[in-house]
């Protein structure tokens, strides 16, 4: 079948080690389920693979691709849950141990796969699972807001931060938000945020809470973003993950630092509905066919995309 692959670990120039091309077949497993792959959405993830962060080469090659929905030769129509349980306790999401969603078929526990509803098309479901499943947990589980709060979103032009745009304004948030980008900015003004700022530009009033995933380089700004006993939620470290960590300002204003990652089946069935309920929508940067997957990868690399970059079947 044809597949997208990591084949070779390069943390300096990581797209030499994607391989398109033919992969064997996924074999039966008890317990699992093959899914005919329609749509699989890109993630940073898969260039934190490609450089070797969160896999060691001895698991080369692997199937990239950690967000997907499709048929089950049943007929089923669904999204793959992609963290996988393992025996030891310790879960992996697809990609890590197990081959991912950049493929024609892709094995997954039955237990991880949810029903797709049909309002959601082909495209739009599969960028819910990685994504949009984290800013779901990062607003709703971790981040202490009530509706009528503030929350300051930065890098708005990314999966996840679009995601939280949307998602805290569905909700009741008042949505600030950041990016280096004026065109970004205008686009996530067009989404929901109620106002934009240039990446550090000193604001209006402090948050209630900051969502990050850009890490170092706006690390600074969302401590000093917050608030007395705001709440930084952390899922993601694109620009580096050891910036200055301004503890002062930590314990004496009493702010929370949260790590959140992925969230549960159950998150993402009630992202689902909540898709559904208010007609919210993820954001798609653009859709290109598997087979240009290495257009898509250098768009993400070099920070051009608004939303998600998704792959068709
Ligand atoms: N923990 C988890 O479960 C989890 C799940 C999903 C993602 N993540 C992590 O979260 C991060 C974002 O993932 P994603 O898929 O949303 O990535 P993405 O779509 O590539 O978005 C990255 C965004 O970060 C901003 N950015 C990047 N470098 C920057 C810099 N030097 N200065 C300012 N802003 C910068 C950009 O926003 P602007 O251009 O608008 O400024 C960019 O759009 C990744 O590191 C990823 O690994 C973690």
Redesign the pocket.
């Known amino acids: 079948m044809f597949a997208v692959s990591a084949v070779r670990i390069d943390p300096k120039d990581s797209l030499s080690g994607l391989e398109l091309g033919e992969r064997p077949e996924p074999a039966a497993r008890p317990g699992w389920t093959a899914v005919t792959v329609k749509a699989a959405a890109l993630?940073?993830?898969d260039l934190?693979t490609l450089r070797g962060v969160g896999i060691t080469e001895d698991k080369l090659p692997m199937i990239l691709g950690c967000d997907g929905a499709g048929v089950t030769d049943d007929g089923a129509e669904v999204l793959i849950h992609s963290v996988i349980d393992a025996r030891d306790g310790k879960p992996s999401i697809l990609t890590e141990a197990y081959d991912g969603t950049f493929a024609e078929r892709v094995l997954v526990p039955t237990a991880n796969l949810v029903p797709k509803p049909d309002v959601l098309s082909w495209e739009q479901a599969a960028c819910l699972p990685?994504?949009w499943l984290?800013a779901y947990r990062m607003l709703f589980r971790n981040s202490g807001l009530h509706p009528g709060g503030t929350v300051l979103v930065q890098?708005?032009?990314?999966?996840?931060?679009t995601a939280l745009i949307v998602l805290a304004r569905a909700a009741g948030f008042r949505v600030w938000a950041t990016?280096?980008?004026e065109e970004?900015r205008a686009r996530a003004l067009e989404l929901g945020a109620h106002a934009v700022f240039e990446?550090g530009a000193r604001l209006p009033e402090r948050v209630d809470a900051v969502m990050e995933?850009?890490g170092a380089?706006?690390w600074s700004h969302s401590v000093k973003a917050l608030r007395p006993e705001g709440t930084i939620v952390i899922?993601?470290?694109?620009?580096g993950g050891m910036p200055p960590a301004e503890l002062t300002r930590i314990f004496f204003l009493q702010l929370r630092v949260v790590g959140?990652?992925?969230g549960s089946l159950d998150e993402l069935k009630a992202l689902v509905r909540m898709c559904e309920a208010t007609g919210v929508r993820p954001v798609v940067d653009s859709v290109l066919p598997l087979a240009e997957a290495r257009s898509g990868f250098e768009r993400?690399a070099e920070?051009e995309?608004f939303g998600k970059i998704v792959f068709t079947l």
């Open positions: 993630n940073h993830h934190w990685t994504a984290t890098g708005a032009g990314g999966g996840v931060a990016s280096r980008s970004k990446s995933t850009v380089a706006t899922s993601g470290a694109t620009s959140s990652t992925m993400m920070g995309a």
